[in-house]
C-alpha cells in the first residue's frame, strides 16, 4: 500500500514545500532560473539528507516537462539534439562514481562558470557549437547526480545561444528534462524507495505545473532586455550564495 507522506515527512512541512513548488516554479519559469535551486536549498532545510537529491530530481523532472510542454513551439531542437547524448554520457560516469564528494569542489566550480558566463566575454562559436553543447551537456550531467541543481549553469550556458526570453526559457526546461530523466533511474537502481514518496512527488509536481503556467504569464509582459537583465542579475546572485557555502565550509574545515 502506497502512503500519502512518507515516515520522515510531516503534514504541515509537506503543504509548505507544496506552496515553495509553486513559488519556486514561477520565479524559474518567469526569470528563467534560480527556482531549482532555491527549491533544493528548502528541501535541505526539512528533509532526510538522503532524500534531498533524488527527490529533489523528480520534482524537477516533472516540474521541466510541464514548463517545456507548455513552451514547446519555442524550443529549439537543434540544441536539444546536441545536448541529448552528452546527458547519457555524463549520467552514465557519475553512475560509475557515485559517490560522496566535497560538495565546495562542484560548487565552487559551478559558481565560477556561472559568474563568466554571465559577465565575461561571449563564448566563441565552436564554444556554442555542437560539440561545445555537447560537452557542456556531458559535464553538467556528470555533477548534477552529486550537487542536485546544475540549473544556473545550464541557464547560463543557454543564455550565451539566445537572445529571445521564450527560446531561452523553453530551451532551457526541455535540456533539464533530460538531464533530470537518468537521475530517477539512476537513484532508484542504487535502491532509492520512491514508492514511499509517489503521492508527495505527484503533488509536488502539480503544484509545479501551476506555478509554471503563473510564471509564463509574467514572462509575456517581459521585453527581451528586461529579461536578459534580470536574468543575470539572478544567476550572479545564486553564484554568490554558492561562493558564500564554499567559503563557510572551508572556514570550518
Request: glycine share 10%; net charge positive.
Amino acid at each position: 500500500m502506497i502512503s500519502i507522506l512518507p515516515p520522515d515527512l510531516s503534514p504541515h512541512i509537506a503543504i509548505l514545500l507544496l506552496a515553495c513548488s509553486v513559488a519556486t516554479s514561477l520565479i524559474t519559469a518567469a526569470l528563467g532560473a534560480g527556482g531549482g535551486l532555491l527549491l533544493l536549498v528548502l528541501m535541505a532545510l526539512w528533509l532526510p539528507p538522503a532524500a534531498i537529491i533524488p527527490v529533489h530530481g523528480i520534482i524537477q523532472l516533472g516540474s521541466n516537462a510541464g514548463r517545456a510542454g507548455l513552451t514547446w513551439r519555442h524550443v529549439d531542437w537543434r540544441v536539444i539534439a546536441a545536448f541529448a547524448p552528452g546527458v547519457a554520457l555524463g549520467a552514465f560516469a557519475g553512475a560509475l562514481v557515485l559517490v560522496e564528494l566535497s560538495p565546495w569542489v562542484w560548487q565552487l566550480t559551478i559558481a565560477l562558470f556561472v559568474l563568466y558566463l554571465c559577465w565575461g566575454p561571449k563564448l566563441p562559436a565552436m564554444a556554442l557549437g555542437r560539440g561545445g553543447i555537447l560537452l557542456a551537456s556531458t559535464f553538467t550531467s556528470f555533477i548534477s547526480l552529486f550537487v542536485g541543481a546544475t540549473g544556473p549553469l545550464v541557464a547560463a550556458f543557454i543564455k550565451q545561444l539566445h537572445r529571445d526570453r521564450h527560446k531561452t526559457v523553453a530551451t532551457f526546461a526541455m535540456s533539464m528534462c533530460l538531464q533530470h530523466l537518468p537521475k530517477a533511474l539512476v537513484f532508484g537502481l542504487a535502491g532509492f524507495a520512491f514508492r514511499e514518496w509517489l503521492v508527495f512527488l505527484v503533488a509536488m509536481i502539480a503544484c509545479g505545473f501551476l506555478g509554471t503556467w503563473l510564471g509564463l504569464r509574467v514572462l509575456d509582459r517581459l521585453g527581451n532586455l528586461t529579461f536578459h537583465r534580470v536574468f543575470n542579475v539572478l544567476l550572479t546572485l545564486l553564484a554568490l550564495r554558492l561562493l558564500w557555502l564554499v567559503w563557510q565550509q572551508l572556514s570550518v574545515a
